[in-house]
């Protein structure tokens, strides 16, 4: 055979194999593609747990209780997610300012403060120094306001925390010079009340009736004209909550 001949034999072989890796890389290409598009959907979709009417077991007895304690849910504590609890969370979700659907999604139950497996939260021990000193701050600045509104007082705390213009611990925000009335005048070493603990345990399990706020008032009280001008959220009994 010719050196020529052996030449053309060796090339078309390189092509060859060049061909073949092509056609493997293209479909591996294509196997990942159909994998990402079609598999990995499904398998989110199961990861992201959902209770809804029919649903049964002890996160829907959790979700009751929380609905319960509340004021939104009146029936019995059944673990059976029937017509009165769908009702209930639709409550929940319109007041909270959700998307009113009735089912207790990942987003629902981390306004309930329900952590599943599939959603992260910071544990805090019921005698961790800030759930006691949040619930300090709630008893000198909400005492004998709605319950709903003394968990709004420190979920803007914690919103607080979480925004780069503030410090970033509990401790950091509530002592922040000026900050809250309660730490001039006193009202943060008031005697503590039981629902001033339970409800910063609910702000820190992550309930947060403010709708995001970052600031509240008391119109009857504020001398402050710059909180005025301040975009309200909400009003929860004496106190507006803004941003």
Not at 8 to 18: A, P, S
Not at 67 to 75: A, E, Q, S, V
Not at 102 to 131: C, E, H, M, P, W
Not at 220 to 237: F, L, M, P, Y
Request: glycine letters at 10%.
């Amino acid at each position: 055979m010719s050196f020529k001949n052996s030449f053309t034999i060796g090339l078309k072989d390189k092509i060859l194999r060049y061909r073949k890796a092509i056609v493997l890389i293209l479909i591996l290409l294509f196997t990942y593609v159909s994998v990402s598009t079609t598999v990995s959907p499904y398998f989110n979709a199961v990861r992201a747990v959902t209770y809804k009417y029919g649903s049964r077991g002890s996160t829907v007895i959790t979700i009751q209780t929380k609905l319960k304690n509340w004021g939104y849910y009146n029936g019995s504590v059944d673990g059976i997610y029937g017509y009165q609890t769908y009702l209930s969370v639709k409550s929940f979700q319109t007041k909270n300012g959700l998307t009113p659907d009735g089912i207790a999604g990942d987003i629902t139950l981390k306004a309930l403060g329900i952590f599943t497996n599939t959603t992260a939260a910071r544990s805090y021990d019921a005698n961790s120094q800030d759930v006691n000193l949040l619930a300090r701050l709630i008893n000198g600045e909400a005492r004998g306001e709605p319950y709903e509104g003394q968990v709004a007082v420190g979920a803007v705390v914690l919103n607080r925390t979480r925004d780069p213009r503030f410090p970033s611990t509990v401790a950091g925000v509530i002592y922040q010079p000026g900050a809250f009335t309660a730490t001039v005048d006193g009202q943060i070493d008031a005697n503590l009340e039981q629902t001033s603990i339970n409800a910063a345990r609910d702000a820190l399990n992550g309930w947060d009736p403010s709708g995001g706020a970052l600031y509240y008032y008391n119109p009857a009280k504020t001398t402050n004209a710059w909180i005025w001008s301040r975009t309200v959220i909400k009003i929860i009994g004496s106190h507006r909550f803004c941003k």
